[in-house]
């Protein structure tokens, strides 16, 4: 009797957990499905990490400028606004600027949290049916953490190029040629992916705990939703 328990239970066990390549599939296909609404979630992370990298390349470009000691290109930076202590090696960035790429963070954050949670409000009957076909909650919560992922990187990589170019040409346009010659690029490509990585995390972040009630949700409970 024990042995047919166990093995039924292991027969189970193999009927409901999935491998990862598949989870990741059907995440994909979510994601082709509900292409619009995965759009405009991610076309806030992109601008919220594109001011970020915007604002990072921009340091960069100017402690480039700064870095060669040069009194013309101090002045310069004074002239553009820079707060310059004497004998300064960063420019840094204004608490002006922290503070208005924190705030569009924490809005991006929201903005991905209330999306999230309308795509699991629209999907009661999704969750439910394959909840009802043996689904465990671990399944349900990888397949809105994967979304997110692959929104995320796709947003936040897409973000920070955009911003690391717009703060190219704008160090072009405001300080010369002299922008891109003294400019470390090493240290755009750090900004660059560094923004991208926070971009990411900001989006799992955001899908956390819509992505727990789902797992959550009774079979039964999200089958009789009236859509």
């Known amino acids: ?43 806030s992370l992109v601008l919220a990490v594109s001011f970020l990298s915007f604002v990072w390349v921009g ?13 013309d290109l101090h002045q310069t930076l004074l002239n553009a606004g820079y707060d310059l202590e004497p004998g300064a090696t960063s420019t840094g960035s204004s608490a002006k600027e922290r503070w208005i790429v924190i705030l ?19 999907r009661f009957r999704e969750i439910g049916t394959i909840k009802c076909l043996g689904a465990l909650d671990s399944f349900v919560l990888r397949l809105f953490v994967l979304e997110a992922g692959m929104q995320g990187l796709a947003g936040a990589g897409l973000g920070s190029l955009l911003g690391g170019v717009a703060a190219l040409f704008s160090g072009l346009i405001r300080f010369g040629f002299s922008a891109w010659q003294h400019i470390s690029w090493m240290a755009v490509v750090q900004s660059i992916g560094l923004a991208t990585l926070i971009g990411c995390l900001l989006s799992l972040v955001g899908v956390l705990y819509p992505a727990m009630v789902a797992a959550r949700m009774q079979p039964v409970e999200a089958m009789r939703v009236e859509q």
């Open 1 to 43: 009797m024990l042995n047919t328990l166990a093995h039924k239970k292991t027969d189970i066990s193999r009927q409901v957990v999935l491998p990862f390549k598949k989870s990741l599939e059907i995440s994909f296909q979510n994601i082709r499905v509900r292409f619009f609404r995965s759009m405009i979630t991610t076309m």
């Open 59 to 71: 340091t960069d470009a100017a402690n480039g400028l700064l870095a060669t000691g040069d009194p």
């Open 104 to 122: 569009s963070l924490l809005v991006c954050v929201v903005g991905i949290v209330n999306a999230q949670l309308m795509a699991v409000t629209e």
